[in-house]
Nanobody, 127 residues
Framework: QVQVVESGGGLVQPGGSLRLSCTAS????????IGWFRQAPGKEREGVSC????????YSEDWMKGRFIISRDNAKNTSYLEMSSLSPEDAATYYC????????????????????WGQGTQVTVSS
């Protein structure tokens, strides 16, 4: 049974930073592609970033490349999403998802591509 667990959310002031973590167990972490998604209140869930088995990365918006950094540490079975210069528009529930037979060169920001999901971690940006 594959389990995906996010952590690291919380309350941060505008302009602040957070690092979210995603741990996956019950499978070979090295073989996973990892995706991060977010859902703000009243909005549809959207893809944020993903990382392949060989650490190739993709971001849904060009501006995210400067403020969001996705990474993975296979030794710890963990992926990270580092977020900086946060604004109230970034407030959302952030979800991690895994694709069990990931690619070395391509990852997707489509929800349908992912097999297992975490419960989400809440990020609140407010002064």
């Amino acid at each position: 049974q594959v389990q995906v667990v996010e952590s690291g959310g919380g309350l941060v002031q505008p302009g602040g930073s957070l690092r979210l973590s995603c741990t996956a167990s019950g499978t070979t972490f090295n073989d996973l592609s990892i995706g991060w998604f977010r859902q703000a209140p009243g909005k549809e869930r959207e893809g944020v970033s993903c990382i392949t088995t060989s650490h190739e990365t993709k971001y849904s918006e060009d501006w995210m490349k400067g403020r969001f950094i996705i990474s993975r540490d296979n030794a710890k079975n963990t992926s990270y999403l580092e977020m900086s210069s946060l604004s109230p528009e970034d407030a959302a529930t952030y979800y991690c998802a895994v694709e069990t037979y990931g690619s070395t060169w391509y990852c997707s920001l489509l929800e349908v591509e992912y097999d297992f999901w975490g419960q989400g971690t809440q990020v609140t940006v407010s002064s």
